[in-house]
């Protein structure tokens, strides 16, 4: 790799597909989430910009760090989850943009850097020296443990249905969602997705009333702006990733009309995603953990089988 | 520079419900002004459940001698800039409880308060007339006068 | 229902009747559901142990008053079972008011006999942890709120 392809690199990794990008698709994610709420709910919802004035917002406030922790710990750890998060959705989309680019077990790389934020909440609760952030800290790790599994799962299948582990082939393939297998692994992927965001029903670390927003309880100013803006990438790179494994991604080199149906198709996940919230009451940990290792693994292991006879 | 932030932070507030002990009827109009009738979230308000996250406090409710240091400390946990309004009859000026033996001066005494909103309870259209009140000084300083 | 309430607490009536015996000093039903006894102060521990232990009832609360010529307090059980609530009332001098803490008996009690030492002045005998619960730390001594005399300075 040359010097000018790694610059190009890190241009592209800071702007376009990367974190200017990111952030940007992100914050406009989470404007949609809140409006479609706010529908749901009677009312009108926030501008436009809103979830760009949240973040420069928090820039003003002053950051508090608790005392007797690792202040250089409690102030980088969000920005672990920022980086996890941007990295994938690079990779992503150049798989979906780029092809040119891939490189061989990328699916796998992607799979690790959607830990990292998660990861990286863990890591701010337990820097916080407080008791509520460990309530959360610790039933984020027991939540991670209980999505991952099905999510793994079902991450195999469109590997089986294209005979290959790398993205750009899962995308030359047909959309996997178009088989019975497919439907049944996207929707499972849904559940594990709406567990990964943290999303009702699975919202129990940062929960409101109960922990007075646990993990992130003793966050102020800019590390929590990263950490808002971590959560508003997730919910733009966590579908996209959906999509690129059961649906074909979000093509912009087969013209105007198949980017128009990924746009659409992409819309429609993060609308299920924000129905959901909307609609279902807030799992408890052990409920939670019973559902997504009970009936969702269950439902995974089918769509492998299925897969696997070429259903 | 500094207009800028203000304005920015005029556009995105967040407020946190700090309450002494009060009968709950100022309780219950706040309550009542977070809900879907009156959407304070096309302000860009919405509520949050920690006090780092506080952009504005609420107080209500009486604050005792025992309570109102508990404030100055949950104060001091804000991160500044902090806008405090005072949202009832007891939060403002102690009310029916100013000859009671366990309370001395009104909370505004222990930290600094932006506006009171008074009342027994005070309508959420009354809180939300402070709230837009506050939001307009910051965007508007030179017309509401000095800071 | 308040069928079986009323041959449960006349079963529960003839029980305390007859655990107590020549300590009550004053009976009242005013209601199926309400009972009104009056015991002498020094009896209140035992009274405590037939009420919580011997009879299964749950100390609800205690109140003070600042009477006409004493410090009344009344202890309230509840027989949550068949719905009684008993209160047992004793009296004691304005000028000593000391009586038997009932905490070692009743758990419950602990608080709430903190809360009468601070606002009323009583002195229970053998709290273990007797020390403000609503007032400040530093509150004068002597200067009880709740009382009559008391006047704000």
């Known amino acids: ?311 | 520079m500094m207009s800028i932030s203000k304005k920015i932070f005029s556009r995105s507030l967040f407020l946190f419900h700090l309450g002494g002990s009060a009968c709950n009827n100022c309780d219950i109009e706040i309550l009542d002004a977070l809900t879907p009738k009156y959407d304070l979230e096309r302000f860009g308000i919405i509520a949050v459940g920690s006090i780092r996250h506080a952009d504005v406090i609420l107080l209500s409710g009486i604050f005792n001698k025992k309570s109102a240091i508990r404030v100055r400390r949950m104060y001091e946990q804000a991160p500044k800039p902090v806008i405090v309004l005072a949202i009832g009859g007891c939060a403002c000026s102690g009310l029916i409880f100013q000859d009671s033996y366990n309370w001395d001066v009104p909370v505004g005494d222990y930290i600094p308060i932006d506006a009171y909103v008074a009342g027994c309870p005070p309508k959420p259209e009354a809180i939300i007339a402070a709230i837009t009140q506050v939001v307009d000084k910051l965007r508007n300083p030179a017309a509401a006068g000095a800071d | 229902m308040s069928g079986a309430a009323d041959n449960h607490g006349d079963e529960t009536v003839r029980q305390i009747k007859s655990a107590l015996g020549e300590r009550v000093l004053d009976f009242q039903q005013r209601s199926p559901k309400r009972i009104y006894l009056e015991v002498d102060a020094q009896n209140i521990t035992e009274t405590a142990a037939v009420m919580s232990d011997e009879l299964r009832g749950r100390l609800q609360t205690a109140s003070a008053v600042d009477g006409p010529q004493k410090i009344e307090i009344l202890y309230h059980w509840a027989f949550d079972s068949i719905g009684l609530v008993v209160s047992v009332r004793t009296r004691i001098d304005r000028e000593q008011p000391e009586i038997a803490s009932i905490t070692t008996i009743c758990p419950s009690a602990h608080w709430i006999e903190r809360e009468m030492w601070e606002l009323m002045g009583i002195t229970f005998a053998g709290h273990p942890d007797m020390r403000h619960l609503l007032l400040l730390d530093d509150w004068p001594d002597g200067k009880y709120p709740l009382r009559r005399d008391y006047r704000k300075d």
Not at chain 1, 23 to 28: D, E, S
Not at chain 1, 142 to 156: D, H, Q
Not at chain 1, 285 to 303: E, F, H, K, N, Y
Request: proline share 7%; net charge neutral; hydrophobic share 55%.
């Open chain 1, 1 to 311: 790799m040359g010097k000018g392809e790694g610059v190009i690199a890190i241009a592209q990794f800071l702007f376009f597909p990367g974190l200017v990008f990111t952030a940007a698709a992100g914050l406009l994610t989470s404007w949609f989430d809140r409006k479609l709420t706010a529908r749901v709910q009677m009312r009108k919802g926030p501008p436009l910009l809103q979830p760009f004035y949240d973040v420069a917002k928090l820039f003003v406030k002053e950051t508090c760090v608790p005392e007797g922790t690792l202040s250089w710990f409690f102030l980088s750890a969000p920005l672990i989850g920022v980086a996890g998060v941007t990295l994938a959705s690079t990779i992503l989309c150049q798989a979906m943009w780029a092809p040119q680019d891939i490189f061989a077990g990328d699916l796998i790389v992607v799979m690790y850097l959607l830990a990292l934020p998660s990861l990286s909440m863990i890591l701010g609760a337990f820097a916080s020296q407080n008791p509520l952030a460990s309530l959360g800290g610790s039933r984020e790790m027991k939540l991670i443990m209980a999505y991952e599994l099905p999510f793994i799962l079902v991450a195999c299948v469109p590997i089986i249905a294209a005979r290959s582990i790398q993205l750009a082939d899962i995308l030359a393939a047909p959309p996997v969602a178009h088989q019975f297998s497919g439907l049944l692994a996207l929707l499972v992927a849904l559940i594990a997705m709406q567990a990964r965001l943290t999303r009702v029903p699975f919202d129990i670390p940062e929960a409101e009333c109960e922990l007075g927003s646990g993990v992130l309880i003793e966050y102020s100013g800019p590390p929590l702006a990263m950490y808002k803006l971590t959560q508003a990438m997730m919910l733009f790179t966590g579908p996209v990733f959906l999509l690129v494994l059961y649906a074909g991604g979000i093509p912009f080199s087969e013209g105007w009309l198949a980017a128009g149906l990924g746009l659409l198709k992409f819309l429609s996940i993060v609308t299920l995603v924000v129905l959901i919230r909307n609609t279902a009451p807030r799992l408890r940990i052990d409920q939670a953990m019973r559902l997504l290792w009970g009936p969702v693994t269950l439902a995974a292991i089918m769509s492998l089988v299925l897969v696997y006879w070429g259903l």
